[in-house]
């Protein structure tokens, strides 16, 4: 497997809403920024921005310190994590913030440190127009070290990011439970409301 040289502060794989957000806030904070996005025009887009576009995930992950996979599914995440199998990504660190069950983030974290990445897992609580200001938060799971070594560029996405734990499920949980809790009270509320309707 061959070693590229590191030319990028961060690739950013997957550059929908919250992927462009990622990039231009990391463009505005100084970072070079490498892109890849199956959508190729995507990815296009934010070359005026100042990113570096790649034709690849693999090649992307494999010019940056730091790679983080935001894409549609779990699922998508793992194939496109797949594709860093023929480069040796020794010194990079994988963080995956696409959006899934604690179940997934557990599952996926054990996959990719059987496949010697250096991986986090995250959970964004944020939107995408809030994302580079101090009140957005990204919530990050796995090994405290590597959260340590990425902690000031991750401030930069988002202010209030913090650790949530070794376990790689810690931040998908308090995700799921955060959405759970503001879903539910909205049910009751329409349901309390309906009620005093009819």
Same mark, same amino acid.
């Given at each position: 497997?061959?070693?590229?040289?590191?030319?990028?502060?961060?690739?950013?794989?997957?550059?929908?809403?919250?992927?462009?957000?990622?990039?231009?806030?990391?463009?505005?904070? %100084?970072? =070079?920024?490498?892109? +890849?996005?199956?959508?190729?025009?995507?990815?296009?887009?934010?070359?005026?921005? %100042?990113?570096?576009?790649?034709?690849?995930?693999?090649?992307?992950?494999?010019?940056?310190?730091?790679?983080?996979?935001?894409? %549609?599914?779990?699922?998508?995440?793992?194939?496109?994590?797949?594709?860093?199998? =023929?480069?040796?990504?020794?010194? !990079?660190?994988?963080?995956?913030?696409? =959006?899934?069950?604690?179940?997934?983030?557990?599952?996926?974290?054990? +996959?990719?440190? =059987?496949?010697?990445?250096?991986?986090?897992?995250?959970?964004?609580?944020?939107?995408?127009?809030?994302? %580079?200001?101090?009140?957005? !938060?990204?919530?990050?799971?796995?090994?405290?070290?590597?959260?340590?070594?990425? !902690?000031?560029?991750? !401030?930069?996405?988002?202010?209030?990011?913090?650790?949530?734990?070794?376990?790689?499920?810690?931040?998908?949980?308090?995700?799921?439970?955060?959405?759970?809790?503001?879903?539910?009270?909205?049910?009751?509320?329409?349901?309390?409301?309906?009620?005093?309707?009819?």
């Amino acid at each position: 497997m061959s070693n590229p040289t590191i030319t990028a502060d961060v690739a950013i794989l997957g550059c929908g809403n919250m992927g462009a957000a990622f990039v231009r806030a990391l463009l505005a904070s %100084g970072r =070079s920024v490498a892109v +890849w996005n199956r959508t190729a025009a995507r990815a296009q887009a934010l070359a005026t921005d %100042g990113a570096t576009v790649h034709d690849t995930a693999r090649s992307a992950a494999a010019a940056a310190a730091l790679t983080i996979v935001c894409v %549609g599914t779990a699922a998508d995440a793992r194939e496109v994590m797949e594709s860093f199998s =023929s480069v040796d990504l020794t010194g !990079r660190t994988v963080l995956n913030v696409t =959006s899934g069950t604690p179940d997934e983030a557990r599952e996926l974290g054990e +996959w990719a440190l =059987s496949q010697g990445l250096n991986y986090l897992d995250g959970a964004i609580l944020a939107y995408p127009e809030q994302i %580079g200001t101090e009140t957005a !938060r990204i919530l990050v799971a796995g090994n405290d070290e590597l959260w340590q070594g990425h !902690r000031e560029c991750l !401030r930069a996405l988002a202010g209030l990011s913090a650790y949530a734990g070794p376990d790689f499920a810690a931040a998908a949980s308090v995700d799921t439970g955060l959405v759970g809790a503001f879903y539910i009270s909205s049910l009751v509320a329409f349901v309390e409301a309906t009620r005093f309707m009819t």
